[in-house]
């Protein structure tokens, strides 16, 4: 019976291993080169150390044992499995790959993107059904699932941008180009085209809805937690609750926040960075949920989907004893957003530079130095708006409505 294991040879110049799987047979050892790479801080003895590539090398060593149970190789040599086990006709399950690639999505912290491959995966199997290929995957068949998505409002474009994605990284991962070893060649989706998602409703609400939130008397600790998370997210520019939930001690410097958008900074070069200065107003919510360790929140949910999920939960309940709409977390940022724009006239630009979205002017932004201070600016005037109203009658108290017709007549208004 032959016999597999994950072996490093020789060292390149650059000081990188590359990983081979060592095939022993009657006696005999060949080598199939794979393209997993390690250093040699992943070496303990030659021996690999590093998990996912041994996970990786794994899954791979289990695809080659399932080959060659369907055929008898005993009177073969090693070289004639590895030619056999490196045809091009080897076929890859698409959905153990997919499986892993998600793992490691949760491993790097990443559950909220890892839950939305989930889902997307999920809605793939349920039309292709169970054991598919990569080379089974075809463009009519992958056109006719997206067909189905059609009615969705998200789903017809993120579904198909993710199942994209997997099936693109695996075909980097398993066709060596170098050696001109293409095992996947089908190409499902070239030239496919996905649609567009709906463009979303704004989730802001009147001001009005905000006081009235605020004005509410929470009756449970998930209804107190949701008010408190509201007022923080309104007071922090806008903060996604998943910030909120991981930022740690380190960030809180000088009586400000300085973190990194947990949702955009693996994808800019400016690792989605911002300050925000931290009120007066909410520093005793600082130490109502005082965290411990690192972090500087502690909000009694074991992950930041189950804190979301809870303060969703919550904000409902409020709702209801405010007798107001509906709200969720991200109300109170698209809400700050409006308010920042249409009652305190900043401009769009402005707007996303405060709330931490990408910029249209990538090239240029590399050239500037970056002054949040703006942001504190804004941030007071959305905030006096929302908890400091002014009269409405501010613009006309000074004047009167109209002239009086005689000396006996009284103006209206009184300087």
């Not at 380190?250 to 925000?276: H, M, Q, V």
């Not at 949910?301 to 809870?310: Q, S, V, W």
Request: one cysteine or more; glycine letters at 4%; hydrophobic letters at 35%.
């Amino acid at each position: 019976m032959a016999t597999f294991k994950a072996v490093v040879r020789s060292k390149r110049a650059d000081g990188i291993y590359i990983v081979y799987i060592r095939v022993i047979h009657n006696r005999k050892t060949e080598y199939i080169k794979t393209n997993r790479y390690v250093h040699q801080g992943h070496l303990r003895k030659g021996e690999i150390v590093d998990q996912t590539v041994l996970n990786q090398c794994a899954y791979t060593i289990k695809c080659y044992y399932d080959k060659l149970n369907k055929i008898d190789i005993e009177g073969w040599t090693a070289k004639q499995i590895v030619e056999y086990l490196t045809k091009n006709n080897e076929k890859i399950p698409f959905y153990p790959y997919c499986e892993e690639f998600i793992a490691k999505m949760i491993n790097n912290n990443r559950e909220r993107t890892a839950k939305n491959y989930t889902t997307a995966l999920n809605s793939f199997r349920s039309f292709f059904g169970e054991d598919i290929y990569f080379q089974n995957i075809k463009s009519i068949k992958v056109k006719q699932w997206i067909d189905t998505l059609r009615g969705t409002a998200r789903a017809k474009e993120m579904y198909p941008t993710l199942i994209k994605a997997m099936f693109s990284a695996g075909v980097e991962e398993y066709n060596d180009y170098d050696e001109d070893n293409i095992v996947i060649k089908n190409m499902p989706f070239k030239n496919l085209e996905i649609p567009k998602a709906d463009i979303s409703i704004p989730k802001a609400v009147e001001v009005e809805t905000i006081r009235k939130l605020f004005a509410a008397k929470p009756d449970s600790r998930r209804s107190e937690l949701a008010q408190d998370v509201a007022k923080l997210i309104l007071y922090l520019v806008g903060i996604n609750t998943v910030d909120l939930y991981e930022i740690t001690k380190d960030c809180f410097i000088d009586g400000k926040l300085c973190y990194n958008r947990s949702k955009t900074k693996k994808g800019r070069r400016d690792k989605a960075y911002i300050e925000i200065k931290v009120k007066d107003e909410i520093l005793y919510l600082f130490d109502k949920y005082k965290g411990t360790g690192d972090k500087l929140f502690d909000f009694g949910y074991k992950d930041c989907i189950n804190f979301n999920r809870n303060v969703n939960k919550g904000l409902k309940h409020l709702c209801e004893l405010a007798g107001i709409e509906k709200l969720t977390s991200y109300s109170f940022r698209h809400t700050w957003a409006t308010i920042a724009q249409n009652d305190c006239g900043a401009v769009t630009p402005l707007v996303g530079f405060c709330l931490n979205h990408s910029s249209e002017f990538k090239t240029t932004e590399l050239y500037i130095k970056k002054k949040f201070e703006p942001i504190d600016e804004l941030n007071n005037k959305v905030l006096d708006f929302i908890f400091k109203p002014k009269s409405k009658n501010t613009k006309r108290e000074q004047q009167i409505i109209k002239k009086p017709k005689d000396q006996d007549q009284l103006p209206l208004f009184h300087n």
